[in-house]
Every structure is written in C-alpha cells, then in structure tokens.
C-alpha cells in the first residue's frame, strides 16, 4: 500500500495524536467519551437531546478539538457541514438529520422548507437545512484541522476542496449581507450570531412583532430549565423574523441575483477569484460575485456584530494560509483582512464604552445604523485580530479585567454579558453566564497581544470547569455551576485543544502571517462611532 492509500485508511476513531501527560489523562478521556457518544457518523451534534442536528458554528468548533483525537474525523465534520452549503454561497447553521424525529427540535425541517422556500437561493435538494446562518468560524477551523496532519489533509486533497466552498461562503457574507454599506456582513436574526438572546438584541427586536405563542411548541423547555432559557416573548419575535425571511425566498435584499455561488467555481484553484478581490475598494472587483446590497432594504432586523466580524476576519487570514498551502499568494486576502479590520474600527469600537459595539443598521434615522449601548462578550471578541491598533487592545484588556466583565477579580470566566448592565443574568443563557466557546476565543486573542499571563489563568479556569461540570454548555460567571446541558461537544473538543495547546504553540497565533510580503499593518486611525 503506498503511503497516500496508508494516511487515507487510517482509523477514523481511537486515534489520540497527542498523549496526554498523565496528570491530564482524566480530562483528556472523559472529553473524548463525550465527543464519541455525540458523533453520528458523519457529524458531532451539540447536545443528544437539547440539539440533535448539526450546527454550524458548533461544527467548527468540535473539529478544532476533533483534530486531537482524530484528524480524520475532524476533516469530516467540516466537509459534511459544507456538503450542505447553497448555491448562493451561505453555510446553513442546522443540517437536519432526518433520523430525528420532526417534533424532537422546534423549528424543524417542516418549518425551514428549505427546499422549496429556499430553491431560488440554491438550498440542496437532497438534505434538509436552515436557511439562516451563524459566525464564520469555519476557515479557521479547517486551517487548525489540516495542521494537526498535514500529510493525511494533503494526501485527502481536504484543503484543496475545502478552499473554494469557504471563498464562497465569505464572498456571500461579503456582498449579500453588506447591508449598512460599510463593509461589514449584517447578521439578520439573534440566532445567526449565536448568542441568541443577548440583551444587545432588545432593541432591534422590539420592533418586531411576535408569532403568537400558539403558533410554536418550545421543544427546547423539554430539556431546558425555563429560567435559564430565552422568554417566550423572545422566542415569538425569533419566530416570526425566522418565518419573514423565509417567506421572502431567504433574500438577503430585492432584486439580488443567485447563482454565483460554490456551484460556479467549486474544484477550481485559490489562484482563481474567489473573494480575494484586487482591484478597486473592499469588495469591489473581479470577485464581486453579484451585487451589493449597500443597505437595501431587506427586513426589519439587520445588525453589524463585532464577534461575527471578527471571525469573519480572521478566517481571512486563515484562507490566506490555505491559498499559500495550495500553492497561490494569499497577500490579496491578508490585504481584504486588513480593509476589514479598518472598518471594524470605523464601524463599530466605541471609545466611551471601551470596547466594540453592535450596530443596529434598521435603528435610528440616520444612514448607516446606530451603536447599541449594551456590553456584550461580543465586543471583546475582537482581540482575536493581529491588526488591532495597540490603544485598541490596551483599552479591551483593561475592560475584561474591569468591572463590566470582571475577569481575575470577581469572575473567572468571561461573563456572556456587562455585570453592571441592567439585564445582567448569572444563569439566564447569553444574558450573563459564562460560554467555553467565547473564553476560548478570548483566551486565543489575549495570546495574540501577548497577554501570556492573562491567557494561562483564563485557559486554567476553562479546564477545571469544564471538568468539574461534566463538560456543561455554559455556567455561572462567578462560582462555575453548570447552566444547560451537560455532555455539551464544543466544551468537551475546546477543553482538548485547551489541554493540548502548549504543545501546539505555533497554531496559537495562526491568524497572522509570517510571510515578509504581507505583513500585517497595525490601523492607525482610531475613530468612536455616534452612540444613537
């Protein structure tokens, strides 16, 4: 057998690329069984019975800590996620597994219609999906997955097949949802974002109408306490926008085409367009793949978030890795991460506030939008970016070890939501407790600024947590108690990456790039935004 049939044959399960130290081994197995008893075959769900399916963002995550036990198994997290893909370019954040039974999660298949509602966005026939989507984690997942063995990913063609879907999947976000004509992709309902109800989604949200609580079952109370989960007014609201845009054909704006999506340029190489503009100014050019919205409007709920942004950005920089790994120049897409960055700052950081800010783009009368005045983890998310200004991530440090969010003072995680903020809740989902999945990404963007200190005791925290609490889907800020659901994938596969990861220090920083022709430039205007 030669030594490519060798690498692909290997054993999808078992298969630890790193032994643990033996102080470590405990975390490491109990992790490991939590990601076995969640896999399906081809996916990992979050949660057997809160979560069922596939979702998006969650995917990206369990295939980062995958990686460590199996990178084959990671490889196909990540592909069975993009096999669902439409042909305009979106990435939809549930693949339904028609296994489940309809009534095991609301909104089921039956609700989305994908195949019929979204057939002019070029939803697949064959599987059943969401038509919303969630934060672009995904480059960035598939560039960490192919390091972990790169002689299995190269011998698979992974990154060779991965590279165009995800080039499509930021130039949707790019161009479709460029919906304040900033630059910046607008997420148009809480549950694309994925801190569902986050109290920087009240305002936006109250100009919605709900769905009458008859209208839906909760399937979510099933296993959920209610206390802990959104209000049922919040849900009639999530409904309702869910439901509008689905009957819009999920159009991101009137008058938008489709068609030039992943269906147009899958198999050909990074040397082709896909996104990675030249010409002209961001988003413009041979790459535009249809047109701009530039703030058409396309529903009532649309707003600029920096944490999705923010990884939108930085899996930029990973697609520049993956270009430069297939053998094309990735400076044009290290340029586009840059511009980005830019209008990050123009958009979005909030001098007064100390920290990034959503943008609600529907809100206020002037063009463009209004920051929302609410704190959120979302606006420390940013960190992750080489090309932050130091002023910038001075003033971010200073404000997660501040009084908002407390960290190595009175909370050891970072806190979902402002501590002071008057809808601060310690238990209520994404109105206060704590998530692995964002003190990961905090923990990761203080190593990029060089907070090691910071970085060590916050990655300690997360580990013995999530040990302590059986791998919970989040918890109490202040004392750790487990909130939601336990046995949850993105914590059990990001405390593995967490526990392996001063092993695999030449990935902590996989968002920059060491090449001397495109070295990342530091923005050096640092410009508030209007408070509404």
């Known amino acids: ?21 033996p102080t470590r081994q405990s975390l490491h197995v109990r992790a490991a069984r939590v990601l076995e008893g969640n896999w399906t075959g081809r996916s990992t769900v979050p949660s057997p019975t809160l979560y069922p399916h596939q979702w998006s963002w969650d995917s990206a995550f369990i295939a980062i800590g995958l990686r460590h036990l199996s990178p084959l198994r990671a490889q196909t997290e990540l592909e069975t996620l993009l ?39 070029g939803a697949p026939r064959t599987v059943q999906t969401s038509g919303i989507v969630q934060p672009p984690v995904h480059a960035l997942a598939a560039w960490l997955v192919h390091r972990a063995d790169p002689g299995l990913s190269r011998a698979r063609g ?7 879907r995800l080039a499509a999947w930021h130039r949707y976000l790019l161009h479709r949802r460029d919906l304040g004509g900033g630059s910046l992709a607008s997420v148009v309902h ?24 008859r209208s839906f079952r909760r399937a979510d109370l099933d296993h959920g306490a209610a206390e802990d989960r959104p209000t049922d007014l919040d849900y009639g609201r999530y409904v309702r926008l869910a439901a509008d845009y689905r009957d819009r054909g999920y159009r991101d704006g009137p008058g938008e085409g489709y ?5 147009s340029d899958r198999g050909a190489g990074p040397g082709a367009n896909h996104g990675s503009g030249t010409v002209g100014s961001l988003g413009h050019g ?10 058409v409007d396309g529903g009532e709920f649309a707003v600029e978030d ?6 939108l950005i930085a899996s930029e920089y990973a697609l520049a890795r993956i270009a430069r790994e297939l053998g094309a120049s990735g400076t044009a897409r290290h340029a586009r991460a840059e511009r980005l960055t830019e209008a990050l700052v123009e958009r979005l950081w909030d001098p007064a506030s100390g920290m990034f800010l959503c943008r609600d783009v529907r809100g206020g009368e002037r063009r463009g939008g209004v920051l929302i005045p609410e704190r959120s983890v979302s606006g420390l998310i940013p960190l992750l970016l080489p090309g ?6 001075t003033t971010l440090i200073r404000t997660l070890s501040g009084p908002h969010f407390g960290l190595g003072d009175t909370t050891r995680l970072v806190p979902s939501y402002d501590l002071l903020g008057e809808s601060f809740d310690p238990h209520r989902y994404w109105r206060g407790p704590a998530w692995f999945n964002t003190s990961w990404l905090v923990e990761r963007g203080l190593r990029t600024h060089g907070e090691q200190t910071r970085a060590d005791a916050l990655r300690a925290t997360a580990l013995e947590f999530a040990e302590a609490t059986d791998f919970a889907e989040y918890v109490d800020p202040y004392t750790g108690e487990a909130c939601g659901a336990t046995g949850f994938s993105w914590t059990a596969a990001l405390a593995l990456d967490l526990l392996h990861s001063d092993t695999r220090d030449d990935t902590r920083n996989d968002s920059t790039d060491d090449t001397a022709e495109a070295q990342v430039t530091t923005v050096t205007a640092v410009k508030g935004g209007d408070r509404g």
């Open 1 to 21: 057998m030669d030594r490519s049939a060798q690498l692909i044959a290997r054993p999808t399960e078992h298969t630890a690329v790193y032994d643990p130290a």
């Open 158 to 164: 992974f990154l060779a097949r991965m590279y165009p």
């Open 83 to 121: 096999d669902a893909q439409w042909g305009d370019g979106r990435v939809p954040h549930i693949v339904f597994n028609p296994s489940v039974a309809l009534d095991a999660y609301f909104p089921s298949p039956d609700f989305w219609r994908s195949s019929t509602a979204g057939r002019a966005a």
């Open 286 to 295: 041979a790459d535009a793949g249809g047109p701009r919205n530039h703030g």
């Open 259 to 263: 068609g030039t999506g992943p269906g």
């Open 306 to 311: 920096p944490a999705f942004n923010a990884l």
């Open 190 to 213: 809480p549950w694309e974002q994925g801190m569902d109800n986050s109290p920087c989604w009240d305002a936006p949200l109250s100009r919605i109408t709900p769905a009458p609580a």
């Open 388 to 393: 932050l200004p130091r002023e910038i991530t």
